[in-house]
């Protein structure tokens, strides 16, 4: 499968909103529909519709970019539902300005019905579905048959399921997800960026034969008051030496 580093944004700001739709002419709103038109590439023939977004260390930006990105899609007019799988920190009710009730766990048990779990905000273009009331079986939950099911419809009735998950090194839950999607988006925050680290939470996924299909760097560092943003348009393996690319990349 080929994969892609599919861009860089810029510095670290406060995003509890959309800015995308905010700040449309920002370089990190240009940065965002740029990955998206990347996105698009490497999906060109449509497989892909379930995509999952995870990083190695918790605080990369995930969140932040797949909302951003779930508004730019909604707003071409395709259909799309964010669904927050981040069940021991979610955060897509935030976002949305939405009560994290009727969610995921609360579906899952009974409580709601789907009409109920599926929520649209019309200003941002978007479907989404809250985490719900707090689990402590989490990976239970992710293995239950109901939610593939739920993954199921979801994938009839959506052009783009965008996936918020946890990052891998803490915790499996990114790779119980995996198993219920169709792709794996790898979100790194230049920052912060640990090569070693990168490079565990990237062996991990493929030892679990998780199909990451790109890496998403953010919040890349500012020089001085500018804030830049750049894509990369080359691709690189997932092998033996895919990793010492991606050190390269990272050095940069
Ligand atoms: N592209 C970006 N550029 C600058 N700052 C960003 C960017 N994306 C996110 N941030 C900021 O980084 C912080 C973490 O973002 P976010 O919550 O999206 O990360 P996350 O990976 O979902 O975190 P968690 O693992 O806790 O769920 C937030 O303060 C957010 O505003
Ligand atoms: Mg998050």
New binding site residues.
Partial sequence: MRRKKLFQ????????YIVSKEQPLSF?AEAFQKTLVNIEYVNVDGNLKVLQFT?SL????????VSNLAYLIGKKGKKVVIVDL?LR?P?INRIFKAPNENGLTDYLAGRVKYEELVQFSESLHTHFIVAGERTTAVVNVLETQKLKDLIARLRQEFDYVLV?A??VIAVSDALYIARITDAVIF?VAQNEAKRSIINDALKTLKQNDVNVIGTVF??VDSRGNEMYAYTYGYEYGYNSTGDDKLDQSIKK
């Avoid at 918790?58 to 970019?65: E, L, P, R, V």
């Fill in positions: 944004s810029e510095r670290t700001m406060e995003y509890d990190v990083s918790a605080g990369a930006g995930k969140t932040t970019f981040d920190k955060k918020d946890p990052p979100v953010t919040q």
